[in-house]
């Protein structure tokens, strides 16, 4: 038995075998009637039964579901950087994160009109409680990483994660997807959690340096910058309680009703941008950086660089970030019809009589502005 039964994705021999579990199921009726809304069932049911393996099911079912979804709920998608990836070459995607499921879902889409290999990607188990969700999650190579754990079980699940994604990218020749940090990014920071990198290091062998199992994974960067965010307001509670230092407590279903609202609603433009192969930079960490947390820190912060400065910045970063300065400063990045439309979401969705939701609202629009001009001047004053 494999040891990692307990977080894997489907072996292509058990696919038939979920499929038929979950035929029948109302939510899959529903994506599918979605998806071919002109097809009667029967006619994707009889097309799912006779499929074998994952990379049918997402090429058959998945793509085009979320064909559809970018054809509803935005105004197309755009690409950047693809072109550095090789056909026959695993990378370690290393991404920020603001869509639960459409992340992975557009990349993975892009990945393959490119003609490149689809990821195995991270997922929480908080996500996939649900058993049809656990299913649908493990026919679209996705593996678990699980949440809330005990010290002592966190470590060996981590462990047991790290092994998980050296055996996909070094055995298997598999890309992998794993978020910056552990959950989406709810305020527009997107900074790189040291705790991510320390437990994807876990793998490495036994005296061999960190950076250099990390050059061995091919870590490439990923930017996902959605024009309109479908969740922004439903993360406000959690972004207030955070600001008033309070312990935020999910409601019930609050996972699935995000789920729903990133897939359904409403993202104008959406761009995906692939950093470079970091291998060189990493090389560069190790011959002038001094110490392991130190280097850390330098990877972490080499991961934020490429992440920060390829985030395409849409006319709703700059209309925040001036409505939040009281400013015109960026007035020549959008238009006044940009800036009335961003403006009647932003007074509907959030009490305009409390200041601390305003301002939480627009900085989760705002920051990666303020974070990609830091990183500029930065550069500057190098």
């Given at each position: 038995m494999s040891p990692f039964e307990d977080?894997?994705?489907?072996?292509?021999?058990?696919?038939n075998q979920a499929i038929k579990e979950i035929i029948d199921h109302p939510m899959l009726k529903a994506m599918m009637n979605f998806t071919f809304p002109d097809l009667e069932d029967r006619y994707w049911k009889d097309l799912m039964l006779h499929c074998h393996s994952i990379r049918d099911f997402q090429i058959n079912f998945i793509y085009p579901g979320v064909k559809k979804v970018l054809e509803k709920s935005s105004e197309g998608l755009t690409t950047s950087g693809f072109e550095k990836l090789e056909q026959d070459t695993s990378y370690l995607f290393i991404s920020n994160h603001r869509d639960i499921i459409l992340d992975t879902s557009l990349l993975n889409a892009c990945l393959y009109e490119n003609g490149l290999f689809m990821t195995t990607?991270?997922?929480g188990d908080n996500l996939v409680q649900k058993t049809f969700l656990k299913h649908l999650s493990r026919l679209t190579r996705n593996f678990t990483i699980k949440r809330g754990?005990?010290?002592r079980e966190l470590l060996e699940s981590s462990k047991l994660v790290s092994a998980y994604i050296r055996h996909s990218l070094l055995r298997e020749n598999r890309s992998v997807w794993i978020a910056q940090r552990e959950g989406r990014t709810k305020d527009g920071n997107d900074m790189t959690h040291k705790g991510?990198?320390?437990?994807?290091?876990m793998a490495s062998d036994q005296g061999e340096h960190f950076l250099d199992y990390f050059m061995r994974l091919n870590v490439v960067p990923i930017s996902i910058s959605y024009e309109y965010d479908p969740t922004d307001v439903l993360k406000m509670p959690e972004l207030l309680a955070k600001a008033n230092q309070e312990t935020y407590i999910k409601a019930e279903n609050e996972d699935f009703r995000t789920l729903l609202s990133g897939i359904i609603g409403q993202k104008r433009r959406i761009h995906i941008h692939v950093g470079d192969v970091l291998n060189d930079e990493i090389d560069q960490i190790k011959r002038t950086v001094s110490g392991n947390v130190k280097q850390m820190q330098a990877l972490a912060d080499l991961i934020d660089f490429q992440i920060i400065s390829g985030y395409k910045l849409w006319p709703t970063k700059y209309i925040a970030c001036d409505l939040l300065t009281g400013t015109d400063q960026y007035a020549s990045?959008?238009?006044a019809e940009e800036k009335a439309l961003f403006e009647a979401r932003f007074r509907r969705g959030v009490d305009q009589n409390n200041p601390l939701a305003v301002k939480s609202f627009l900085s989760m629009y705002a920051n990666p502005v303020i974070n990609q001009k830091q990183v500029l001047e930065n550069i500057k004053s190098a």
């Open positions: 977080i894997r994705p489907y072996y292509d021999t058990e696919v990607s991270a997922i754990l005990p010290a991510v990198l320390k437990m994807i290091s990045w959008y238009t």
